[in-house]
T-cell receptor, first 116, second 114 residues
């Protein structure tokens, strides 16, 4: 059973508007969350992260929100730009469990298309 | 330039013919790992290594082998490839074992096993 779920396979947004990508997780031991962005024919690149001691983290146009009680996180992109069109992966880890190398568990990804 | 380099980028081969996908990083990272990406499943970890000569299984290790004889290299070996190993593979590295350090990924290797 997938511990990290991205239930929307794709999302289409107009340039300049907000993009909201969602992610749900089932393992309550996860305490560190990351978003990766992937362009075709390239590897994923790190975008933004959040620790479970926070409920929000911002980096420029990108903001990640964490709702621990709902086991839900979201990535907001404001304003969206055509260059943001990519696959976005949500990932989670148990930060404190170093004996397992802090394995990252990924969601299936959401394809974001930003239309100009 | 800091990077993770995988070779080959694309490979079509036949069942049972041993193959190796190489991975090299130039950032002196301790931690390296291999993932496979399949539609609807995201990235799943195959094997990881926390340092030289230290490797362990991830979530989907069956049919794969790895070695870590040098810090910079972490090859993925398919001794007897089968069609269900057709996938997109990524190698990744990060400085240490702590999970708050983002991983750097290679550009991927697309394997087709006929």
């Amino acid at each position: 059973d997938q511990q990290v779920k991205q239930n929307s396979p794709s999302l289409s947004v107009q340039e300049g508007r907000i993009s909201i990508l969602n992610c749900d997780y089932t393992n309550s031991m996860f305490d560190y969350f990351l978003w990766y962005k992937k362009y075709p024919a390239e590897g994923p690149t790190f975008l933004i992260s959040i620790s479970s001691i926070k409920d929000k983290n911002e980096d420029g146009r990108f903001t990640v929100f964490l709702n621990k009680s709902a086991k839900h996180l979201s990535l907001h992109i404001v304003p969206s730009q055509p260059g943001d069109s990519a696959v976005y992966f949500c990932a989670a880890s148990e930060f404190s469990r170093t004996e397992y190398g802090n394995k990252l568990v990924f969601g299936a990804g959401t394809i974001l298309r930003v239309k100009s | 330039e800091a990077q993770v380099t995988q070779n080959p980028r694309y490979l079509i081969t036949v069942t049972g013919k041993k193959l190796t996908v190489t991975c090299s990083q130039n950032m002196n990272h301790e931690y390296m790992s291999w993932y496979r990406q399949d539609p609807g499943l995201g990235l799943r970890q195959i094997y990881y290594s926390m340092n030289v000569e230290v490797t362990d299984k991830g979530d989907v290790p069956e049919g794969y082998k790895v070695s870590r004889k040098e810090k910079r290299n972490f090859p993925l070996i398919l001794e007897s490839p089968s069609p269900n190993q057709t996938s997109l593979y990524f190698c990744a590295s990060r400085p240490g074992t702590w999970g708050d350090q983002p991983q750097h990924f290679g550009d991927g290797t697309r394997l087709s096993i006929l």
